[in-house]
């Protein structure tokens, strides 16, 4: 069982949409369930809306998922499983105040040890609950710190084993009785037998912890790990840092389109037996031990060129809907265009001009003129060079005069692929361009 675990704080990052589909290959070559799991669990950050988002994005890059569920309806078991470890003296019940925690971390800094929480409270069991409740102390409740070093084997990282007092006796129930990311996490994937779990490089420090809430709760099913290392941007910053420019939603404004943000995303850092592919192709071969161990470098110009290919690929009909029609010519129009142009957005930049009302005040207005009456009025030519030398005989123009307004008129730019083969493809819709 593998799963996605987004939580709704923001745009979807590529970051995440890598983890996303690394999750949902394993899953489908494993013939396993793949499941999504909004963790919604801290309300402040929570953005309304995003989950739904997030689900149309795994929707568009064609994820299929077994189930979804929000992390907030496990709140009551989250619950029931801390107060199980209390009753257990796996965890304690802690009442220090910011204060005390401050002076617990200066001590720490002072010793030159990681931060960490002193012990203070550790001796304050489940019996304690009640009277703080009435009296209304704030409490949170803590893990005990594991006495020997967590140690496990991660995919991609290799084996990973913890400092002495690098997991602390940390928090799994805050003040208001909602689960720490950590425990929610922990609980949530023990309940559903995960049993694989790739994400993102930035997480590794949690696994520990995670691995420690699972030992105390008695699970003993293992679980593999796979901790993919970070993709940084041009200027060596990490992408996921929630800039704009890293948002999917960003490369779909750009005009890029899902096959080829899958194909870069499972190409980076890896070694695949082909540089264009598709999802099923991949499927084939993908290998998460093969990923590289360091980090990537995101580079758009790759991206663009394989943007490129898959629209050379895509089926001509569907193309032609990107840009409002359900014609198969206009799909071979706009591939026409893709020695110079590499996005949707290029594309239509290129197409949109051609059905536009054409410009006749520029320098070969006159010309264009003279050209749009007699197409007008003309017969319906198949063949392109039928209509060039009825245009020539009708007009009298030649050489650069007769063919400078011929694109202006038919494309509506001044330079573009040949005429002579953008004319088959745009023929039925004659008269509505050249005007
Ligand atoms: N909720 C985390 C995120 O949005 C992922 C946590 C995990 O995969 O364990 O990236
Ligand atoms: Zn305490």
Request: charged letters at 25%; glycine letters at 4%.
């Amino acid at each position: 069982m593998l799963r996605f675990a987004p939580s709704p704080t923001g745009d979807m990052h590529i970051e995440q949409l890598r983890v996303a589909l690394f999750n949902y290959m394993v899953a489908k070559q494993k013939d396993v369930n793949f499941i999504v799991r909004i963790e919604d669990t801290d309300k402040e950050r929570n953005i309304t809306g995003k989950d739904t988002e997030i689900m149309e994005i795994l929707e568009k890059f064609a994820l299929p998922h077994d189930s979804v569920s929000h992390q907030s309806e496990n709140l009551h078991i989250h619950q029931t499983l801390a107060i199980r470890l209390l009753e257990e003296k796996k965890a304690f019940v802690c009442t220090c105040t910011p204060d005390q925690l401050a002076a617990d971390r200066e001590a720490s800094e002072q010793n030159k040890a990681d931060p960490h929480y002193s012990g203070r409270c550790s001796l304050v069991g489940a019996e304690e609950l009640k009277k703080l409740k009435e009296e209304k102390t704030p409490f949170v409740v803590r893990i005990k710190a594991p006495d020997a070093p967590v140690v496990f084997h991660d995919l991609i990282q290799g084996d990973i084993e913890t400092a002495p007092n690098e997991v602390d006796s940390f928090v799994i129930l805050k003040t208001d009785g909602t689960p720490t990311y950590n425990f929610a996490c922990a609980c949530d994937d023990m309940l559903a037998g995960v049993d694989l779990i790739i994400r993102s490089e930035e997480y590794l420090s949690n696994t520990p912890r995670q691995k420690h809430i699972q030992t105390l709760l008695g699970y003993q099913q293992e679980i593999t790990y796979a901790h993919l290392p970070a993709i940084l941007n041009a200027e060596g910053g990490k992408m996921n840092m929630c800039e704009e420019t890293s948002t999917v939603k960003w490369l779909f404004a750009q005009g890029f389109i899902p096959d080829a943000i899958a194909n870069y995303l499972i190409l980076l850092g890896n070694d695949t037996p082909a540089e264009v592919f598709t999802m099923p192709e991949a499927l084939e071969w993908f290998d998460l031990s093969r990923l590289s161990r360091s980090q990537v470098t995101f580079d758009i110009d790759t991206l663009r060129s394989l943007n490129r290919e898959h629209l050379k690929r895509m089926d001509d009909k569907r193309l032609s809907t990107l840009f409002g029609f359900a014609d198969e010519d206009i799909g071979k129009l706009a591939k026409l265009y893709l020695g110079e142009a590499s996005t949707i957005n290029e594309l239509a930049s290129k197409i949109e001009p051609i059905f536009a009302p054409k410009d006749f005040e520029g320098k070969w207005g006159a010309q264009m003129q003279t050209m749009e009456e007699i197409i007008q009025n003309a017969p319906m030519m198949d063949d392109y060079d039928d209509f060039t030398a009825h245009l020539v005989h009708m007009t009298g123009l030649k050489g650069e005069s007769f063919f400078k307004p011929l694109r202006l008129i038919l494309t509506g730019a001044e330079h573009g692929p040949e005429l002579s083969e953008i004319y088959p493809l745009i023929k039925p819709y004659l008269l509505e361009i050249a005007s």
